[in-house]
Each structure stands twice: as C-alpha cells, then as structure tokens.
C-alpha cells in the first residue's frame, strides 16, 4: 500500500507557473503508474498527466505543451511542472497511484491510491 501527500498547490495569476509535489511513502512510485488528476467545483474528476515505466508520459490535450510530469524514484516523488496556466486550470489537484496499462492510464478508475488533493486557483 502507498500513501501520497501532495503539496505545491495556491494561487497563482493567469499565465503563471506552479509545481505540483506528490511525495510517495510505502511503497516505491517505480512500482506504479503514477497519474495527476483534477477536479474542478461542480465537474467530473479528469485525467491531466500520467507516468508509467516502460512509456512515454502521457497527458490530456488541455495539458500539452504546458505541463510536464516526471518521477523520481530516488525521493519517491512525483512532479507536475505547469506552466501558462489559464483560468480553466482552477481545481483540486490529485495524485494517485495504480496499474493502468496504456489502454487505461486516463482513467481514474485503474488507479488505487489517491492523495487528499491540492488546490490550485489561477486569478485574472
């Protein structure tokens, strides 16, 4: 079992950048496929980035080109790097862990494990 806390989260006006933290313990993120999620008031959770071993990362079309995730293994973390972010980024941020494979690695349903989240509000 993993546990994850994310942090790095706050305001941030429109076209700034912020870095998301997700700090694994109980188990190695080598072991995962790890993926960021978000949920906004009143929508769905959806899927924003992923990492898995033996892939390319992979990311929603609203977070190419902008965000950039990347693992750690040595500190056990998880990284999202966003950047131009618009007010349409205005959400709750998760971390999670699981086992997609490539097929499911956007669906919040393959993974397992899930952080508490981490808000992030982008103001104009």
């Known amino acids: 079992q993993v546990q994850l806390v994310e942090s790095g989260g706050g305001l941030v006006q429109v076209g700034g950048s912020l870095r998301l933290s997700c700090a694994a313990s109980?188990?190695?993120?080598?072991?995962?496929?790890m993926g960021w999620f978000r949920q906004a008031p009143g929508k769905e959770r959806e899927f924003v980035a992923a990492?898995?071993?033996?892939?390319?990362?992979v990311y929603a079309n609203s977070a190419k080109g902008r965000f950039t995730i990347s693992r750690d293994n040595a500190k056990n973390t998880v990284t999202l790097e966003m950047s131009s972010l618009t007010s349409e980024d205005t959400a709750n941020y998760y971390c999670?862990?699981?086992?997609?494979?490539?097929?499911?690695?956007?669906?919040?349903?393959?993974?397992?494990?899930w952080g508490q989240g981490t808000q992030v509000t982008v103001s104009s």
């Open positions: 990492v898995r071993s033996f892939m390319s990362p």
């Open positions: 999670a862990a699981g086992r997609p494979i490539a097929s499911t690695i956007q669906n919040p349903s393959a993974y397992y494990y």
């Open positions: 109980g188990d190695s993120v080598r072991n995962y496929g």
